[in-house]
């Protein structure tokens, strides 16, 4: 037998044909919609006088037009907005899809969502049209995003073609040092393989520092490999993934149980297995990380230095550091620590799970938010925002000058009523930090949970090993 990758293993139980060399048709356990994206494919499928005919292996979440203000009934003012809204509930009552929809009480970030509600499982297909969803790979799920006309595609047919991606692994040994996170070990690698290092691979994440991070860090890892390029994120399921899993799905009994369990412990790369690209990293080598410039790769450790252009072979500056410092308004040579930040957002589908802001309870404690600095906490579900208050998470923070908001994506990106102006400065747990992402004109800085909790303290980029206590704890 021809030895395999897991994501090998994962393509081939889920092809439906081969349709050439390179495409295949693949069946999908799973397929979640938002409202910016299933407009045009529910107005593609009536058009055709189709129906959806698997509604139960649809799910439906608003999360990105969403208003997040602390009020116990939310209304969508902007028209466009709320047409979208009302569209996906109308769409979903047609066709019998189950959906979160603007004021369920459960509703939240699909990627938040749909895994602390048992509904991603090792070994599923996962599409969904939103690219973050390479974050069900924490769990050895295949998931990523799909298009417009892709989400029509699957709908009809729960199926989609599929072209096959390579095979990419990245080991990471040892142990994280003090203040490094998930997110600064993603925010290293993104930097050194690039913003397009694992373009048309899949990624498997293996190693000791990856079988030592929780379920949670995992999915922020797997999260924001889409930064780099890549397809797909993966992570073999071991027993740390199993317990996440069942403790989440209560359907999962008996004789079923014991076969999902036997069909987990294949689904790892054969040893034998080729991979066509290598990368290997130290954990100890990982440093709070903090972006620089208008690119996730383009990231550097607190105590490091802001990069100088690149001479290209025809004697020039690299133009692209050029302009993302021109944007920043930073300048080569500097530190970012001490960088002064008009606002702190800490959410998103990477870093707004209870974990995540357990570790921002940690570094605020009894302390106050800085003078001039407005600072946003936004849970990814009512799920985690339930959790963060039962443990006085919330009080915490609300205490001590943050805004305690609603669900939903938020200031991630400016697609809702939480906008930065233009010139703002942000430090920011989310996963991009595009020119414009979080307003025209804004400033994003992507730091860890507890990096972004440490700038609302002080008004600065500052590095967090300089506040946090150590072994302090929430819990």
Not at 75 to 100: K, M, W, Y
Not at 233 to 257: C, E, F, K, N, T
Not at 427 to 450: D, V, Y
């Amino acid at each position: 037998m021809i030895a395999r990758t897991l994501y090998q293993k994962l393509v081939d139980s889920h092809k439906v044909v081969q349709l050439d060399s390179q495409n295949v048709l693949l069946y999908a356990d799973l397929h979640l919609m938002n409202e910016y994206t299933s407009p045009q494919a529910f107005s593609g499928l009536h058009e055709r006088g189709r129906g959806v005919p698997a509604p139960g292996q649809n799910v439906a979440v608003v999360s990105h037009i969403i208003p997040t203000h602390p009020v116990k009934f939310r209304v969508i003012a902007d028209p466009a907005s709320a047409l979208q809204a009302s569209n996906l509930q109308r769409n979903c009552e047609r066709h019998g899809i189950p959906l979160f929809d603007t004021n369920d009480h459960l509703q939240g970030i699909e990627h938040v969502v749909a895994p602390e509600h048992g509904m991603i499982r090792p070994g599923m297909v996962v599409l969904c049209g939103d690219s973050h969803t390479t974050t069900y790979g924490a769990l050895g799920a295949l998931g990523f995003g799909i298009g417009t006309s892709e989400v029509e595609h699957v709908l009809a047919t729960q199926t989609l073609v599929y072209r096959l991606a390579q095979n990419m692994r990245i080991r990471v040994d040892g142990v994280l040092s003090r203040g490094a996170t998930a997110k600064d070990l993603i925010l290293m690698i993104i930097s050194r393989i690039s913003a397009q290092g694992a373009r048309g691979y899949v990624v498997e994440f293996c190693g000791s520092a990856i079988e030592a991070l929780s379920i949670e860090a995992r999915f922020t890892l797997c999260n924001m490999a889409v930064e780099a390029g890549a397809r797909g994120a993966l992570i073999a399921p071991d027993a740390l993934a199993i317990d996440y899993v069942l403790s989440r799905a209560p359907d999962i009994q008996g004789p079923i149980r014991e076969q999902a369990l036997a069909y987990w412990a294949t689904l790892c790369s054969d040893p034998s297995a080729v991979f066509e690209c290598e990368h290997v990293f130290d954990a100890s080598d990982v440093a709070p990380y903090v972006t620089w410039g208008t690119s996730p790769d383009q990231a550097i450790p607190i105590d490091g230095l802001v990069p100088w252009p690149q001479m290209s072979k025809d004697g020039n500056p690299d133009q692209s550091t050029e302009n993302a410092l021109r944007y920043t308004g930073l300048s080569s040579g500097t530190s970012l620590e001490g960088v002064r930040v008009q606002h702190v957002f800490i959410g998103s589908c990477t870093n707004a799970r209870i974990e995540d802001l357990r570790a921002v309870a940690d570094i605020v404690m009894d302390n106050k938010v800085a003078k001039g600095v407005r600072a946003m906490v936004v849970p990814g579900s009512g799920a985690v925002r339930d959790q963060a208050e039962a443990e006085g998470i919330a009080d915490l923070l609300k205490k001590a000058g943050f805004e305690w908001r609603q669900p939903g994506c938020s200031m991630c990106l400016a697609m809702n009523d939480d906008v930065l102006g233009p010139g703002q400065r942000c430090a920011s747990t989310t996963n991009r930090n595009f020119e414009g992402r979080q307003g025209r004109g804004a400033i994003t800085h992507l730091m860890s949970p507890a990096m972004a909790a440490a700038a609302a303290l002080t008004g600065f980029i500052t590095d967090v090993r300089k506040l946090a206590k150590p072994g302090a704890s929430h819990e």
